[in-house]
């Protein structure tokens, strides 16, 4: 971590915290309640001066601040002086426990203006990778997509688009995207992401169109070699390498032979150079020369009608009376009329579907039909990807079905891979069936290379910068209506669902993406901020005993009944609140924690 970056971070969570307390400050001054401390940090004080009976000091800590005021915790109102906090109006106290939120939300609505009248950087609302089978895909959503619009809500970023998506519930949605100069209008079916929590429609943000920095270890052959930090890859052994590309073509140089000779062509300031090594095998990881057999049917593009036969669920079995062994459903290029038998129903039983397509159809058909792992009955059936690796060597053919990895049962990918990872030294024993007939075979698994270096590529990034004065208000204003209302329907799909709880991030989270933002330049760690005063804004509103939004809700409690909460609900309520707001704090640390692994 850099020092500049990190000392940001520091100051700009200590001084969110401080804003919320100095508001609370400047209402206790404005409702004329007396105020004992105005601390600057938390801890035992440091130096300071006291004036007007408050003592303004700094503390040993410098996160935030507090204020502390008089008559706060007499809550059975006995011997009240004028200036103490519950001797004061339901008004004054309302002032008073609002301030700390309303300093935050004014924070917002200055510093949003600024930085959009200024101009910040923001991941571009362009659609790079879209994933083969999801909603997206389903839509005919395309990379180079720029999305304009959402459910008529116009969309400055890619971020921006994520959080509509994740908000917009199970109902679709209707996207207003910009192709080729084109205008065009995509409604999409949005859907759960389990490993991620919130709902999506499958698409990544286009990267930047620059060559991947390479990132190299120091000490490693690349490095002796001469590569270095900052180095954009250009091409491997000759062939060009697009950013999107890059760790793709540089997973399958990880697989190559032990022994080959690895030549990049880089660019280095304005210089081109090349650069050549032989990597050395890796100690973990091993690998055999397979790929899976993918038969089982995930989706097919409504749009795509000469498939339409074939259903989600689907299993290949063959393809023209040839058992399938593939991983793309492709047909001959002068097309015509193919027969597809699939198994499929409860009990599965086969039946054939009848492709007839033309030439363009048939060149189509791979893209139009995307298969996925079958869900697995007699062994794994495998091709063999490198016809001169290890299993290849050792009689391993396409629609082999591997069922146990050194005597072991494998009954998925997942397993088969991990039980060939894990493997150290000597050969490999695999039960394999074939035409029905077991067989054993023993493959020397090779170990993947250690190419010494990765690489980095970056999101496409635009400027977004709002001309004028008077617009960079509105557009303030607007943002900051905005993100109040996404926080408010965030905390409502968590209770539906639809966003799930571990997405709540405490401390270490906000420190992360702090230093982040930090990192990325004043400009747009001035949004975060802003971001994040609003974010506590809402959260210190909530209803909850002991925050800000509780000690308003006591005082809803009095305006309508007329008198005040009893001192000992009001004693049982606040403990209550503590025990939430801890077991919170120990939750999202939690949430914090495994995110870090």
């Not at 697989?255 to 000779?261: F, K, M, P, V, W």
């Not at 086969?350 to 995307?370: F, G, I, K, M, W």
Request: net charge neutral; with cysteine; proline share 5%.
């Amino acid at each position: 971590m850099s020092a500049g970056p990190l000392l940001l971070t520091i100051l700009g969570i200590g001084f969110m915290v401080f804003i919320h307390e100095l508001g609370h400050y400047l209402a206790a001054r404005a409702a004329r309640i007396r105020i004992l401390v105005f601390s600057l940090g938390f801890g035992p004080r440091v130096l300071g001066f006291r004036r007007g009976g408050c003592d303004y000091r700094l503390s040993l800590v410098p996160f935030g601040g507090y204020v502390l005021v008089a008559g706060a915790d007499n809550f059975e109102r006995r011997h009240l002086s004028a200036d103490e906090l519950n001797a004061k109006s339901a008004a004054a106290r309302t002032l008073y426990y609002a301030g700390g939120v309303l300093m935050n939300v004014a924070f917002a609505l200055i510093v949003f203006p600024i930085v959009f009248h200024r101009g910040v950087e923001f991941t571009a609302p362009v659609i790079g990778n879209v994933l083969e089978g999801g909603v997206g895909w389903q839509a005919d959503l395309r990379p180079g997509d720029r999305v304009r619009k959402i459910d008529g809500k116009a969309i400055y970023s890619f971020d921006n688009l994520r959080v509509e998506i994740a908000l917009a519930g199970r109902n679709p949605v209707e996207l207003e995207i910009e192709r080729d100069g084109q205008i065009l209008h995509k409604v999409v079916q949005t859907e759960y992401d389990e490993r991620e929590g919130f709902r999506r429609i499958s698409v990544l943000p286009q990267v930047e169109p620059v060559p991947a920095e390479i990132r190299v270890r120091p000490g490693s052959p690349a490095a002796q070699a001469g590569l270095r930090d900052g180095d954009r890859l250009l091409a491997i052994d000759g062939v060009p390498v697009p950013p999107a590309e890059a760790d793709r073509r540089l997973s399958q140089l990880e697989h190559s032979a032990e022994g080959t000779l690895v030549r990049l062509q880089v660019q280095r300031g304005d210089a081109v150079q090349e650069i050549a090594w032989t990597p050395q095998p890796g100690e973990k990881a091993s690998r055999i020369g397979i790929r899976p057999v993918q038969s089982r049917v995930v989706a097919v593009r409504h749009s795509f009608a000469p498939a339409a036969g074939l259903h989600p669920g689907d299993e290949i079995v063959a393809v023209d009376g040839v058992p399938f062994a593939d991983d793309r459903l492709r047909a001959p290029q002068e097309g015509g009329t193919m027969v597809v038998r699939v198994r499929r129903g409860t009990p599965p039983g086969e039946v054939d579907v009848r492709l007839v397509l033309t030439p363009e159809q048939a060149a189509s058909l791979a893209d139009n039909v995307v298969l996925t792992l079958p869900d697995g009955s007699a062994g794994i059936a495998v091709l063999v990807s490198d016809p001169n690796g290890p299993a290849a060597r050792g009689g391993l053919r396409d629609g082999d079905r591997i069922v146990t990895v050194g005597g072991e049962a494998v009954s998925n990918w997942g397993e088969l891979s991990a039980a060939v990872r894990g493997f150290s030294g000597g050969a490999l024993e695999l039960g394999i069936l074939r035409d029905g007939e077991a067989r054993t075979i023993k493959v020397d698994p090779a170990r993947v290379l250690d190419l010494g270096f990765t690489v980095q590529v970056n999101y496409l990034r635009e400027l977004y910068k709002v001309d004028g004065v008077g617009n960079a208000i509105h557009a303030g204003l607007v943002c900051s209506a905005d993100m109040l209302k996404q926080l408010y329907v965030t905390l409502k799909e968590m209770l539906t669902g639809d966003v799930s709880a571990r997405n709540l991030g405490g401390i270490i989270q906000i420190s992360r993406v702090s230093y982040a933002f930090a990192e990325s330049g004043f400009v747009r760690f001035l949004y975060f901020l802003a971001m994040l005063s609003l974010n506590l804004a809402f959260v210190n509103v909530l209803p909850i005993p002991v925050l800000d939004g509780g000690h308003l809700l006591f005082l809803l409690i009095e305006k309508i009944k007329g008198s005040p909460v009893s001192a000992k609900v009001h004693g049982y309520s606040l403990t209550l609140g503590l025990v939430f707001v801890v077991g919170l704090m120990v939750f999202v640390t939690y949430n914090d924690i495994l995110r870090l692994f």
